[in-house]
Nanobody, 126 residues
Framework: QLQLVESGGGLVQPGGSLKLSCAAS????????IGWFRQAPGKEREGVSC????????RYADSVKGRFTISRDNAKKTVYLQMNSLKPEDTAVYYC???????????????????WGQGTQVTVSS
């Protein structure tokens, strides 16, 4: 099965930046769209961004548009989430997940994604 491992989380001050990585293993990686999700205490898991398998269609939640950038390197089997201008409300556990291209992954809904990483904590605080 496809396995995903997130890294790069940590504590950052408001206005700072972090770059998350999602490292994948499994030969089917290139056939999956990858999404980033986050879940803050007491809140539902929300879609943050996603990226396609091929010519790199991307989607972003309105709350992060213009601040976050998703990218992928299929040769390295890694997806990245560059997060700039971080706000306290960005504090959450961030998860990457994989969806077959046949699913409606562009909605960035958790139900569309089959494989999940363990999550990495991002805390934005002064």
């Amino acid at each position: 099965q496809l396995q995903l491992v997130e890294s790069g989380g940590g504590l950052v001050q408001p206005g700072g930046s972090l770059k998350l990585s999602c490292a994948a293993s499994g030969f089917n990686f290139n056939y999956y769209a990858i999404g980033w999700f986050r879940q803050a205490p007491g809140k539902e898991r929300e879609g943050v961004s996603c990226i396609s398998t091929g010519y790199l269609i991307t989607r972003y939640a309105d709350s992060v548009k213009g601040r976050f950038t998703i990218s992928r390197d299929n040769a390295k089997k890694t997806v990245y989430l560059q997060m700039n201008s971080l706000k306290p409300e960005d504090t959450a556990v961030y998860y990457c997940a994989a969806a077959p291209s046949s699913k409606d992954w562009r909605t960035i809904q958790a139900i569309q994604y089959d494989y999940w990483g363990q999550g990495t904590q991002v805390t934005v605080s002064s």
